[in-house]
């Protein structure tokens, strides 16, 4: 369970608060995404939990423990980031790589153990990514590393697990298969907390959909109470019908033309 | 890396630096070393191997270890393969620290105290430049903040020498060059007590930099401070920077070269990267003070001048690579 309570952040140098008294609750055994437009704070969330940005305000609490700085290795033990990017600086064996979502439970010196093993094995099976392991990270594609920097953090074996933006510059088929995957982890028991762009697929795997704008949640509920058509043009300041997916029932968001302007 | 290239890594150690006890103006035989090694032979050879260079292979091979494990760090924990003491101006603020120290008197041990808090400086300024440049996550920018911050380090020296007595000039700018040819056991034990520090704190380091170079957002979220791990790396790289430079002076582009060689080599992880450039680093050392003795006798060239021959045009090719 990934909880935000009441949090804030103001950048420095900016006067507006990227994140203003924001509260999100991301509960085991679901599948939570944060929506909204550029710019509303979505990312902030994530460079926060990972400490790489300081509250103004609030708190953020994982398993009831509270996030702080003296916990670092503790935490990466309970929850696994894949943020929005992340490129390697050198080459390194897709193998070698998912071993590193180990880092938070070694040692300085020690070696790796059979849990170590194990939680490896665990990882590349459940995200099906076997027949990479001795590529090296340049000679996957982008729907192959998705899925490699997933392994990597659920190697790390915690409960909990936060994605920024997993589904970037994927075509169907691949975006598809882990959004299927990331609901599979949440039918395990697992906190699934996901950042995305994607309303109409959030709409159809979430549980629940908090919608971001301008550091402030603008709204929260299951996808039907979120995907409301006044709500979303206003904030994404574009004309759109939401109308039910033909295949699954579930809302789904179709732009219009823009209005010629008065 | 393999334990057979292991092997090789400290077998091209080895035989280097037997070349190097042999090979100088007065040629030795293998079985004479031995025999001088042993306490026998003539006065002469005694003196040769035991005095001058011994002495001088092994001040070469620690020079060369401190440089290639900094270099090797520096690299992974600012993810710029470009990184290394002497183009990051560290090597320059130790010179500059050290040089300080000579000119008030300070006793030898004071010397490379002198150049760590030097070379801290540097690395200091040299952030503070690239961030002014807004670029810290740019491997150029931040290269170029550090050669700035060398430049300014060398022109410091230059002032502090403008009063100084000819024969202090030639051997400080001999020195600026880079040397080991005043090697000695006391200079061996100063700088090999900075060189085993700074690598064991580095080689400690080594995981957190593996992670480190994935990128600061996704180390943090495996649990790596990144702020703490990247000040450690700066400041164990300073205290190499500071043995050395005290040591040799200034010798560049050994620690941008040996890290690139080693994980051609096959080395991946930081351990491995940073261990196999503290052996690589030593061989080359070793390697170019030979050259830079025997090339041209009886003249000697500088080390610095034979390291930085062979390491431009390699810089060159890594910097067509970033463009």
Redesign the interface.
């Known amino acids: 369970m990934i909880q935000f309570s009441h949090v804030s952040v103001l950048y420095r140098g900016s006067r507006l608060r990227a994140l203003d008294d924001v509260s999100i609750a991301a509960p085991a055994g679901t599948l939570t995404a944060v929506v909204g437009p550029n710019g509303s704070g979505k990312s902030t969330l994530?460079?926060a939990?990972?400490?790489?940005v300081p509250l103004e305000q609030g708190a953020i609490t994982v398993d009831d423990q509270p996030v702080s700085?003296a916990r670092?290795?503790?935490?990466?033990?309970q929850v696994?980031?894949?943020?929005q990017?992340?490129?390697?600086?050198?080459?390194?064996?897709v193998r070698?790589y998912v071993a590193?979502?180990r880092?938070?439970h070694?040692g300085?010196?020690r070696g790796t153990t059979s849990t170590d093993t194990a939680a490896i094995a665990d990882a590349v099976a459940r995200t099906e990514i076997e027949p990479y392991l001795d590529r090296t990270i340049a000679e996957l594609s982008g729907g192959e590393w998705q899925r490699v920097r997933l392994a990597r953090a659920l190697a790390?074996g915690g409960r909990s697990l936060?994605l920024d933006e997993p589904t970037t510059f994927l075509d169907i088929g691949h975006e598809m298969a882990v959004f299927e995957l990331l609901g599979r982890l949440a039918a395990d028991g697992m906190a699934v907390l996901l950042v995305s762009h994607q309303l109409n697929l959030v709409a159809r795997f979430a549980h629940r959909m908090v919608l971001l704008h301008r550091g402030r949640v603008a709204g929260e509920g299951e996808p039907a109470d979120v995907m409301q058509a006044s709500l979303l043009e206003s904030l994404y300041d574009w004309p759109l019908v939401v109308a039910r997916d033909p295949a699954v029932g579930a809302p789904a968001l179709i732009p219009l033309r823009s209005r010629p302007r008065a | 890396m393999t334990l057979p290239r292991w092997l090789a890594l400290l077998a091209a150690l080895l035989l280097v630096s037997v070349a190097g006890v042999m090979l100088g103006t007065m040629h030795l035989a293998p079985g004479d070393v031995l025999r001088a090694l042993a306490g026998q032979g003539s006065e002469v050879e005694l003196a040769v191997v035991r005095s001058l260079r011994l002495p001088r292979v092994a001040l070469a091979a620690l020079v060369g270890a401190g440089l290639g494990s900094a270099g090797a760090a520096l690299q992974g924990a600012t993810r710029n393969g470009l990184a290394e003491p002497y183009l990051l101006g560290v090597s320059g603020g130790a010179a500059v620290g050290a040089v300080a120290a000579v000119a008030l008197h300070a006793p030898p041990f004071a010397i490379p105290i002198a150049g760590f808090l030097g070379a801290l400086a540097a690395i200091a300024l040299t952030l503070v430049v690239a961030r002014a440049a807004g670029g810290r996550g740019d491997a150029r920018v931040v290269l170029m903040a550090g050669v700035v911050v060398g430049a300014f380090a060398n022109a410091a020296i230059m002032v502090a020498l403008a009063n100084a007595q000819d024969n202090v000039v030639r051997g400080a700018l001999w020195w600026m060059m880079g040397s080991v040819s005043d090697a000695s056991w006391p200079q061996v034990r100063l700088a090999a007590g900075y060189v085993v520090i700074g690598v064991f704190v580095l080689l400690a380091l080594a995981r957190a930099i593996d992670v480190l170079a994935l990128g600061e957002d996704t180390a943090a979220g495996l649990g790596v401070r990144v702020a703490r791990v990247s000040l450690s790396v700066y400041v164990a790289a300073a205290l190499l920077a500071a043995g050395t430079v005290a040591a040799a002076g200034l010798v560049g582009f050994i620690g941008l070269l040996v890290p690139h060689l080693v994980r051609m080599a096959g080395a991946r992880a930081h351990r491995a990267i940073i261990g196999g450039s503290a052996l690589a680093g030593a061989t080359l050392v070793v390697a170019a003070d030979l050259i830079a003795r025997t090339a041209r006798p009886p003249a000697e060239l500088p080390l610095g001048a034979v390291t930085a021959i062979i390491g431009v045009p390699f810089f060159l090719a890594r910097l067509r690579r970033l463009a």
Do not use: H, K, N
């Not at chain 1, 939990?49 to 790489?52: D, M, T, Y």
């Not at chain 1, 696994?80 to 943020?83: K, R």
């Open positions: 994530v460079r939990l990972v400490g790489q700085d670092r290795s503790a935490l990466a033990r696994a980031v894949v943020t990017r992340e490129e390697p600086a050198f080459p390194l064996a070698d590193l979502g880092y938070p070694l300085l010196w790390q936060v």
